[in-house]
């Protein structure tokens, strides 16, 4: 079962543009958000992480925005890049103690594609 | 720094066959999971070990099991492979247990099951 749902599952943006990501969550327990970004041939990287007691965080071009009432967030990627082709991973984890407390429960991806 | 590296980099096995990955951390990262990306989609969780013990499993058979060594080197272990193993298997590090410190991912070892 899929706990984190995302969308859209690929996205052309043109250069300059903005690129936006959702990801919902069921799972209340969860407490830390992060995205991660992969390249062809490479393991994914962290871009960015948001725990709930935040709305909004920015890093940069990069901006994740939290809902907790609607158990949602989202990614921004403002100014787009040719370079920021890839494939772009939202997570959540909960708390260590737990068992779930382990493990990333990634989504199942967007492939982003910015024309030049 | 180096930062986590994985190997072999590929491999191909036959179905029923046996295959060993191995996974070295960061220095000074006393984590290490282990996750399985199938084509299109994203990770899957299989293990944390943490200090060389077992932390967390995540909803994988039997035929899969790792260890962590005291160097903190660890090695993923999948008995009685299946079409259904190839994947591409990733491991990754960090200081402290649990998944909500950064996890810094290897390079993953592509593995191909006929």
């Known amino acids: 079962q899929q706990q984190v749902k995302q969308s859209p599952q690929s996205l052309i943006v043109q250069k300059g543009g903005i690129s936006i990501i959702n990801c919902a969550y069921e799972n209340t327990a969860f407490d830390y958000f992060p995205w991660y970004q992969q390249f062809p041939g490479k393991g994914p990287a962290l871009l960015i992480a948001?725990?709930?007691?935040?709305s909004e965080k920015k890093e940069g071009r990069f901006t994740i925005s939290f809902n907790k009432s609607a158990k949602q967030f989202s990614l921004h990627i403002m100014d787009s890049q040719p370079g920021d082709s890839a494939t772009y991973f939202c997570a959540a984890s909960n708390r260590p103690g737990s068992n779930s407390g382990y493990a990333l429960n990634f989504g199942k991806g967007t492939s982003l594609l910015v024309t030049p | 720094d180096a930062g986590v590296t994985q190997s072999p980099t590929h491999l191909i096995k036959t179905r029923g066959q046996h295959v060993t990955l191995r996974c070295s951390p960061i220095s000074g990262h006393k984590s290490v999971s282990w996750y399985q990306q199938v084509l299109g989609q994203g990770p899957q969780f299989i293990f944390q070990?943490?200090?060389?013990?077992?932390?967390g499993r995540g909803n994988f058979p039997d035929r899969f099991s790792a260890r962590q060594f005291p160097n903190y080197s660890s090695e993923l272990n999948v008995n009685a492979l299946l079409l259904g193993d190839s994947a591409l298997y990733l491991c990754?590090?960090?200081?402290?247990?649990?998944?909500?410190?950064?996890?810094?991912f290897g390079p993953g070892t592509r593995l191909t099951v006929l």
């Open positions: 948001i725990r709930p007691d935040v």
């Open positions: 990754a590090s960090s200081t402290r247990q649990g998944a909500s410190d950064e996890q810094f």
């Open positions: 070990y943490y200090e060389k013990e077992e932390r």
